[in-house]
């Protein structure tokens, strides 16, 4: 790590820790019901595109604790030389360094990469890129504040989606997502980052849902086969009513 | 993934023969059928465990094919709240690509490849509901960190199936080494017994309850404070939860292309060469574990590169992947009790003739 050591930065002390709280006398139990909202509520999404003047589309997502802004360059020459006749689609994710309950130091780590490869894979499929040779899509994310990797990677594929709409990019559909999680016998939809930790699974799908296509799925931990399944569909019945929040915030931003 | 350089002319010439009536692939294989694949296990003496798996060598001279060499090596780590080190163990996995198995990539994009294939090894693996019930060894103070370590000697295709298998060998090779909790003692408990130069003594724990009860000590906390190891180090017991870790099926998916007015469907394969997997970029990761008493669990499911699926697609394809997965499990099962007999019975037997 101290050989990436940037001096022109407070870099703060080698190792910090996030103070302890009190654990709550709640206590949640396998088979209690979810706190706050019901199993199949995802947390309420606030969408502005347009908020980054500079960039050529952009769009800031706010879902309760995770916020996201995301800018959209682009579809500019690729730096590199060689021809390609596909256009490429670049994405990179960045976490403020005080998005975590422990700090995460500015550099570029991998969790910052899987995160990325994530998005571009909810999103690649649905930029007509074959129209673009020789040129490149820059996607940059960047995470203020994040309430679990599963938000994360959901969320921020709507505000990439949206952005790239907000560009004036062709698409093929805007890409909604939604994430899952299996706890007990019961799914949960947008999981926090706690109820990811007592989930058994967890499930992230990307669909565009004007097509009934699904472009990605990430699905980690123990499930069923029939869970799995059983996720999927929610998520793509929720990512229904994402898309109708989307298409409601480019039309609104699209009326200034 | 890898993309060696493949022409339009022999892309679409791969997806003909794979979209067309009967079937056609390079190799005269099915659609659904595997090349050979050799595995052994304990190829490295210095780790707990290690496998070293080829997919699709070449009969005549044992050249080619999918080559990983797979080590689980344990270390101990404090438990302290400095460091990363948690109570219970932890399990952190890594792949590393050899620049001979990929020499038209630059090396960030080796990088980019190595750490994609890591995080989704690690992710799968080192999930809680996966892990291992004796990587613990002091309660707060010591623990086990297992290291998988994954090299990707050459790559002729479906690299993931060969990294789920050589990693599902190499742990269930894994041996613990068995360990003894140690406790220091003032020596006037008990006079007589052996006393330390130090003036201090070792005592097992549990083995003389009545000495440790003094009249002042009423702190329940944990009094071992070191461990020793009771066993030869190349000795120990069976990683726990071996019966788990899971196989992997990649679903290679070709598709008409979209600009054709075929109304051919969708085929999927499975053991793609590298020439079919630059022809039909998509891919369908399915990771299943099968426990003995219940159903199946799906570990891990990926869409990777471009393009799109339904949802009854999707069905249809986690269908055809569990039956292809209990089939490697069990035909994998087979290979690796019959390499322990092989390396324990066997060749005790052997030893035993000389």
């Known amino acids: ?64 604790k995770t916020k996201i802004a995301c800018a959209v360059y682009g579809p500019r020459q690729s730096k590199n030389t060689t021809y390609s006749e596909m256009g490429r689609l670049n994405v990179e994710v960045k976490f403020t360094p005080f998005s975590c309950v422990r700090r995460r130091a500015p550099m570029r780590d991998a969790e910052d990469r899987s995160i990325a490869v ?37 969320s921020g594929s709507v505000a990439a989606s949206t952005a790239l709409a907000d560009a004036g990019i062709e698409l093929l559909g805007l890409v909604t997502s939604c994430a ?14 706690e109820e990811a930790r007592l989930a058994k699974g967890t499930v992230v799908v990307a669909c565009m849902p004007a097509l009934q296509k699904i472009t990605s799925i990430w699905q980690a931990g123990e499930t069923k086969v029939a869970e799995a399944l059983a996720c999927m569909d929610a998520c793509q019945e929720k990512c229904t009513e994402i898309h109708s929040v989307v298409a409601q915030a480019l039309l609104e931003s699209a009326k200034i | 993934m890898a993309s060696i ?56 001279d044992g050249g080619g094919g999918t080559e990983v060499l797979a080590a689980a090596k344990l270390e101990v780590e404090n438990v302290d709240g400095h460091g990363d080190g948690v109570n219970g163990g932890r399990i952190v996995c890594t792949v590393s690509c050899s620049p001979s198995a990929y020499p038209h990539l630059s090396a ?17 693996l080192a999930h809680p509901s996966l892990h291992p019930p004796n990587l613990g060894i002091l309660a707060g103070k010591k623990s086990w960190l297992l290291n998988l370590d994954c090299v990707v000697l050459a790559d002729a295709g479906n690299t993931y199936d060969a990294l789920f298998m050589a990693a599902r060998a190499a742990l269930w090779d894994c041996k613990v080494p068995r360990t003894r909790a140690v406790e220091y003692k003032a020596s006037s408990a008990a006079p007589g017994a052996k006393v330390l130069a130090s003036g201090e003594m070792d005592v097992d724990v549990g083995r ?44 290679n998916i070709a598709a008409p292309p979209p600009s054709s007015s075929s109304t051919a469907p969708c085929v999927h394969y499975l053991d793609a060469l590298p020439q079919e997997e630059a022809a039909t970029p998509l891919r ?3 990771v299943f574990s099968f426990p003995p008493s219940s159903s199946s669990n799906l570990q891990a499911m990926r869409i990777l590169g471009s393009g799109e699926l339904e949802s009854n697609q999707i069905r ?18 087979g290979k690796l009790k019959e390499e322990d007999v092989r390396r324990g019975q066997k060749a005790r037997d052997r030893f035993a003739r000389r």
């Open chain 1, 1 to 64: 790590m101290a050989f990436a050591l940037d001096r022109r930065r407070i870099n703060g002390p080698e190792d910090s820790f996030p103070p302890s709280f009190d654990l709550d006398a709640s206590q949640w139990k396998l088979g209690d019901p979810r706190k706050d909202r019901s199993p199949a509520d995802i947390r309420s999404i606030f969408l502005q595109p347009g908020l980054i003047s500079q960039a050529n589309g952009s769009a800031y997502i706010e879902t309760a």
């Open chain 1, 118 to 154: 994530a998005i571009h894979q909810a999103l690649v499929s649905s930029v007509r890129l074959e129209l673009l040779p020789k040129s490149t899509i820059d996607i940059f994310i960047t995470i203020i504040e994040s309430d679990g990797l599963e938000g994360c990677v959901a």
């Open chain 1, 180 to 193: 899952a999680s299996v706890v007990g016998k019961e799914i949960w939809l947008d999981p926090t980052e």
């Open chain 2, 5 to 60: 350089s493949t022409s339009k002319a022999e892309i679409s010439y791969i997806r003909t023969g794979l979209l067309s009536n009967p079937p056609l692939r390079a190799d005269g294989r099915g659609l659904h059928d595997f090349r050979t694949i050799s595995l052994e296990t304990g190829v490295a003496p210095l780790a707990n465990g290690s496998a070293h798996l080829n997919i699709g060598k070449n009969p005549h």
């Open chain 2, 108 to 124: 960030p994009a080796l990088d980019d490849l190595q750490q994609d294939m890591s995080t989704l090894l690690h992710q799968t």
């Open chain 2, 208 to 251: 003389d309850i009545e000495a440790q009860q003094s009249g002042f000590d009423t702190r329940s906390i944990a009094r071992a404070v070191d461990f020793e190891l009771p066993d030869y180090w190349d000795e120990g017991e069976v990683l726990g939860g071996s019966d788990r870790w899971p196989v992997c099926v990649t679903l």
């Open chain 2, 284 to 286: 369908l990761l399915l």
């Open chain 2, 316 to 333: 249809d394809f986690v269908a055809s992947g569990e039956q292809y997965g209990q089939k490697i499990w069990n035909a994998l099962n």
